[in-house]
């Protein structure tokens, strides 16, 4: 739903505990991949419900450039099937920078052979979306907590 302000509230994640709840480590930052503007929106809203800073890019490509730029990032969150570069491209190229980031794939479908490509790329975890609150927070106390 729509707030005074332009923006979209997600009126169920408003009782989320704050990043520091947790006890992470320091405060987390997350890059989240995904060329559905809604699907970003959504997973940023709750990665700053649970104060994990966050950048977003719109493509595999984006997010590579993000890196070649310098910015560093605890944990990705790729989708699979988007434009100019795929989740799957993303990921094998990240990895080839030496990228050590968690990286997650969050995709629509739940194949094995989606499940295969993801991980032989270097992906870290999988997840069908949408991603789950809890689902996420696990995969953050996974990361904050090294």
Not at 7 to 21: H, I, Q, T
Not at 81 to 98: W, Y
Not at 112 to 132: M, N, S, Y
């Amino acid at each position: 739903m729509a707030s005074n302000s332009g923006s979209m509230d997600f009126p169920e994640l408003k009782d989320l505990a704050s990043g520091s709840d947790f006890g992470f480590r320091s405060k987390l930052r997350a890059l989240v991949v995904d060329d559905n503007s809604v699907i970003r929106l959504y997973m940023v809203s709750l990665l700053k419900d649970v104060d994990v800073e966050t950048d977003e890019a719109e493509d595999g490509k984006a997010a590579v450039s993000r890196f070649l730029e310098g910015k560093t990032y605890d944990i990705i969150l790729m989708d699979k099937d988007m434009p100019q570069m795929n989740g799957v491209q993303a990921a094998r190229k990240l990895r080839e920078m030496g990228v050590k980031a968690k990286i997650a794939g969050v995709t629509a479908h739940s194949t094995d052979e989606e499940k295969r490509e993801f991980l032989e790329a270097g992906i870290d975890d999988f997840f069908v979306k949408p991603i789950t609150r809890p689902q996420l927070i696990k995969l953050l106390k996974e990361v904050g907590n090294k």
